[in-house]
């Protein structure tokens, strides 16, 4: 009761939430405060499931003495992390997480000493019928990191922590309880509530071997996490596990198709703790910040400035919530052109396709045809696309020329759903055909895909729109067709002729984008890529 009454009157005098957090910790008038230590440690609070705390193949890589520190619960003490890992993996009886190689990291890059409040637990999902396995208010788990972490920074003697990363997601992508944005926001706002916002970095969740229903949870989650970083300010996708699946999915994820190795791990670690750097001191939008720290080899300064200019472009037009997709492919390697700036849904295979470093995703005109684009949609999730989403692919250079059969697809759907394709034949025309049933002449001019241009397919109620450098061109007015669980998009090669296939179509291609149609500024997007290739 004297607690509280001295608290309010803290309040009263106009107190502010640092001295009211020091005053809490009994420990007002101590001369630290901030998220600081005088020799330079830093609170990071780690929230998640096993992946997040760490289950792999090995121990991280063990830190230089006095670097990298941990929050030792049972003891009450500050303590160094060395070649065991962290003390809850161990207490997991599992052998190591990302941690050590992110403190190992952060420290090379900033001189500062990441001390890992590790609050994850094994098992756990955003939201969870039991009560130790939920992050949800029906949980337990939250109220434990609290004070977990309020005793970690009354003995540090801080007020803040330096940032909160959460991995998160894959048990409630292989469960069967309903997806609510709700029990993600639920967190966020308790965080920031608790702990005077700080940053917070949250990871995009995978699964090697993926069930198709685990796939739609998978992308259902990936939106919602997406939506976070749009709705919270101090909230970044941060650690795209999504990303090291696709890269390697053999060296980096384990045998249970879950769970990193110890390459993994290195890697998740490295990405963090690069993005937790830059949040300190560069001023890169936020989704920026997430792409260049998501790639797989770093990106020269002038090509990240390009990034950010291109992201600030889009978000000045109100196209970040609306784009679902957008990959690269005139870029330094495979992996970075895999990476997909949308962080949300995946890519389709890649056969009988050539990476040309710097310049293009090749299709050989001769093997199978490649699927630039695969999206596999939860029941919930189809609705919204069924009348209202758009396809878009950047040519760089048509080497079959004209006369040469081929079909490049806009939407792609199920054989029971509705499709749009965009034709190219060997009598020298560009056409749409609709669920293979009605084909109609493209008035637009081009009698093939000419190089250098950005052609696109959109959706709409009753209509479809062929797009050209940004430009509606051509429309098609066609019955309302539902689109089947899985969307897929822009296929280069099969001329899909009445379900024939015959011919291949050789094309160089630089980007791909796909989202919703509806607000979307399609010309002011093809104006800033054009200025993104121009100056990769």
């Given amino acids: 009761m004297l607690r509280r009454t001295f608290l309010g009157l803290l309040s009263l005098i106009g107190c502010k939430d640092e001295d009211m957090l020091l005053a809490q910790h009994g420990i007002l008038g101590v001369p630290h405060g901030g998220d600081t230590t005088p020799d330079g440690k830093q609170v990071f609070v780690l929230m998640g499931d096993s992946i997040g705390r760490g289950n792999s193949t090995a121990a991280g890589t063990t830190p230089t003495a006095g670097t990298v520190y941990q929050w030792n619960a049972s003891g009450s003490s500050v303590d160094q992390v060395g070649a065991s890992d962290l003390l809850e993996v161990q207490a997991a009886g599992t052998t190591g997480s990302p941690w050590p190689r992110f403190g190992i990291d952060y420290y090379n890059a900033t001189q500062k000493k990441a001390t890992f409040v590790c609050t994850a637990i094994g098992g756990s999902a955003w939201y969870s019928n039991s009560a130790g396995d939920s992050w949800y208010t029906n949980g337990s788990l939250y109220s434990n990191a609290v004070t977990k972490t ?29 997806l609510d944005l709700t029990y993600l926001t639920s967190l966020i706002t308790r965080i920031n509530s608790d702990f005077f916002s700080p940053r917070i970095f949250v990871s995009i969740p995978d699964k090697d071997a993926a069930t198709s229903a685990v796939q739609q949870r998978l992308f259902t989650l990936r939106v919602m996490i997406k939506s976070l970083s749009v709705t919270y300010n101090n909230v970044e996708v941060g650690g795209n596990i999504h990303s090291i ?31 937790a750097d830059l949040a300190n001191t560069n001023t890169y939008d936020k989704l920026a910040r997430s792409i260049v720290c998501n790639m797989f080899t770093t990106l020269s300064s002038a090509r990240e400035s390009l990034i950010n200019n291109f992201i600030v472009a889009q978000r000045a037009k109100g196209n970040i919530p609306l784009l679902d997709n957008f990959y690269l492919f005139k870029n330094s390697s495979v992996q970075n052109a895999s990476v997909n700036w949308g962080f949300t849904a995946d890519t389709g295979t890649a056969t009988g396709a050539t990476f040309n470093t710097n310049a293009s995703l090749e299709t050989d005109g001769s093997t199978n045809s490649i699927a630039l684009h695969a999206l596999t949609l939860n029941t919930n999730d189809t609705a919204n696309y069924d009348s209202d989403h758009f396809e878009m692919v950047r040519i760089a250079d048509n080497n079959a020329g004209a006369g040469v059969d081929g079909t490049m697809y806009g939407i792609r759907c199920t054989a029971t759903g509705g499709l749009i394709d965009i034709a190219q034949t060997s009598s020298n025309t560009i056409y749409y055909r609709v669920s293979s049933l009605t084909t109609k002449t493209w008035s637009g001019g081009d009698t093939h895909f000419n190089s250098n241009t950005l052609y696109g397919t959109a959706r709409k109620s009753g209509v479809n729109d062929l797009i050209k450098n940004g430009v509606v061109v051509d ?11 899985s969307l897929g998009g822009i296929r280069a090669g099969g001329r899909n002729n009445n379900g024939t296939i015959d011919s291949r179509l050789a094309i160089e291609f630089q980007a791909y984008a796909s989202g919703k149609y509806t607000g979307f500024d399609i010309l002011g997007f093809y104006n800033d890529l054009e200025i993104l290739l121009a100056g990769w």
């Fill in 150 to 178: 309020n005793n970690a920074l009354a003995a540090m003697k801080l007020t803040r922590v330096k940032g909160v990363i959460i991995v998160l997601g894959i048990n409630d992508a292989m469960g069967a309880l309903g």
């Fill in 245 to 275: 699946r696709t890269w390697d999915s053999a060296t980096y994820f384990q045998g249970d198709d879950v769970h990193l190795t110890f390459d993994g791990n290195e890697l998740l670690g490295t990405m963090l703790a690069r993005q």
């Fill in 475 to 485: 429309q098609q007015t066609i019955a309302n067709l539902a689109l089947g669980a």
